[in-house]
C-alpha cells in the first residue's frame, strides 16, 4: 500500500508537467475537489460579464435589434459550428438548441422516416438497454409514434440483433453510470451494413474525448451542453446531421425557425435547407449566448480534444491507483473498465452504501455524485481537474469508508 506522501507528491510532480494547468484558472473554483463536471461543468470565469452584456447592452438597450445587430438569429447554427470541431465534425452539420430529449425525439423519429423510405417494412427500432431513462423513454414514443417495435439491446449485442426489420439505434457513446465507452465506429459500421441509421447520443463524451463524427460516418447525434462543455444549467442541446442526409432529414416538430422562409407566416411547411431543418422554435438567446461565452475556452487556450482525452485518462488512470492504495481490500469495486479504449471521463466505484458515503463526501468537500442503487460516480473535467484533486479525492473516500 502506497504512503499518502508518496502519491501526494506524485500529484504534486505531475501538475506541474500538466500541459493543460493554466486553462484551471479561467473556471471559477473554490476549495472543494469538484468530481460532478459529468453532471454540471464549473463556471468559465468570463461568462458572467458576457452574460450581463446580453441582458443589460443586447436586451436592455438593443432589444428587438439584437435578432439582427447581435446575431441572435444565426445563434443556432453560429455556436453548433463551434461545438463541431469537439465532436468531430466540419461546419454546417450541427444545430443548437432545445434539450437532449427533444433533440433525441426528432433524430430517431427521422431516422425511422428515412429507414422506412429507404425499404419500407422496417418496423423496429433497438435502443441501448442500459441508457439514461430518458433516453428509452423517448425511444418508446417514438417507436408508437412511427408504428415500430422498440427492443433493448446490450451495445455489445447490437451486431447480433440486428435485421431487415432494423430502422434505426438509439445508443449512448459513454455509459452514463459505468463510464463505459462503447465502440462508436465499430457499432456505426454495423448499423450501416444492416441498412439501418445510427443515433448517437454524446452527452458523456463531447468535449472529454474524441468523437469522429464525419470520419465515422454517423448518421444522427445529440448531446447535451452542460457537462464537458461547460454551458451552464440547462443549457441547450446540440443535433448533429450528417451533410448528405440533411435534405431528407424530416422532422417530427416541424417549427418556424425550421422554415424556409419563417416571417413568410406561410400556412405551409417548407423545411430550410442545411442543419437549421433541426430547428423548432424561438432559441432561448441567454442561455445560448452563455453557452457561446464558455467555449471561448476551448479557442483561446488553444486546447484540442486530443490532449482533453490525454489528461483524462491519466486522472483517472491516477484515481484508481490512489484508491487502490487508500481504500481497503473489498470495500470499493470499480464498474468503470480498466481498458482505455473502454474507458470515458469518469470512475464509477460500486459500494454497498453508496448514498451516505456520497453525502458524507460531500460534506467533507468531495463532490461526485450518486446512482441507485450502489454507484459513486466521479467525473474527471480535464480542463480544471487537477492530479492533486485527485489524490485527496482518493484520500478522503478511503478516511469516510473507514468512519
Known amino acids: 500500500m502506497s504512503e499518502p506522501k508518496s502519491l501526494a507528491g506524485e500529484a504534486e510532480q505531475l501538475d506541474a508537467a500538466d500541459g493543460l494547468a493554466a486553462v484551471r484558472e479561467r473556471f ?91 425499404r419500407p417494412g422496417r418496423d423496429e427500432i433497438l435502443v441501448d438497454a442500459t441508457t439514461f431513462p430518458t433516453d428509452g423513454y423517448i425511444a ?43 465502440d462508436l465506429p465499430a457499432l456505426t459500421a454495423a448499423v450501416h451494413a444492416a441498412g439501418a441509421y445510427a443515433v448517437w447520443d454524446l452527452c458523456h463524451s463531447a468535449g472529454a474525448l474524441p468523437v469522429g463524427l464525419d470520419e465515422h460516418g454517423v448518421d444522427l447525434a445529440v448531446g447535451c451542453t452542460y457537462k464537458y462543455l461547460n454551458g451552464g444549467p440547462g443549457s441547450p442541446a446540440y443535433l448533429y446531421v450528417r ?41 432561448d438567446i441567454l442561455s445560448l449566448l452563455a453557452l457561446e461565452a464558455a467555449l471561448d475556452v476551448w479557442d483561446e487556450d488553444g486546447v484540442s480534444v486530443a490532449a482533453v482525452r490525454a489528461k483524462s485518462l491519466a486522472l483517472t488512470d491516477f484515481f484508481l491507483r490512489c484508491v487502490g492504495a487508500y481504500v481497503p481490500d473489498g470495500r470499493v469495486e470499480s464498474v468503470t473498465p480498466a481498458a482505455h479504449a473502454e474507458r470515458g471521463s469518469q ?30 460516480r466521479f467525473g474527471f473535467t480535464p480542463l480544471y481537474v487537477g492530479f492533486a484533486d485527485v489524490e485527496r479525492a482518493a484520500r478522503v473516500l478511503a478516511r469516510t469508508l473507514a468512519g
Open 140 to 182: 418508446e414514443s417514438a417507436a408508437r409514434m412511427t408504428g415500430c417495435a422498440l427492443r433493448p439491446v446490450a451495445p455489445a449485442e447490437v451486431p447480433s440483433a440486428l435485421g431487415d426489420r432494423t430502422a434505426a439505434v438509439l445508443l449512448n457513446h459513454v455509459d452514463y453510470r459505468t463510464g463505459r465507452l462503447h
Open 243 to 283: 451533410r448528405d442526409l440533411q435534405p431528407r432529414f424530416d422532422s417530427p416538430l416541424p417549427g418556424w425557425n425550421s422554415h424556409a422562409e419563417p416571417f413568410g407566416m406561410r400556412s405551409g411547411y417548407a423545411p430550410a435547407s442545411g442543419a437549421v431543418r433541426g430547428r423548432v422554435g424561438t432559441p
Open 347 to 376: 470512475v464509477a466505484l460500486r459500494c454497498d452504501d453508496a448514498g451516505e458515503v456520497m453525502k458524507r463526501l460531500i460534506e467533507r468537500g468531495v463532490v461526485g455524485d450518486y446512482r441507485a442503487p450502489d454507484v459513486l
Open 28 to 118: 471559477v473554483l473554490d476549495d472543494v475537489t469538484y468530481l460532478d463536471g459529468n453532471s454540471l461543468g464549473a463556471l468559465p470565469v468570463h461568462v458572467p460579464a458576457r452574460v450581463e452584456d446580453v441582458v443589460r447592452r443586447q436586451w436592455g438597450e438593443l432589444r428587438i435589434r439584437s435578432w439582427e445587430e447581435s446575431g441572435w438569429w444565426t445563434a443556432p447554427e453560429r455556436i453548433g459550428d463551434r461545438i463541431a470541431p469537439l465532436v468531430g465534425a466540419a461546419a454546417g452539420q450541427v444545430v443548437v438548441g432545445d434539450s437532449t430529449s427533444v433533440n433525441v425525439f426528432k433524430a430517431l423519429v427521422a431516422a425511422v422516416r428515412m429507414a422506412q423510405e429507404d
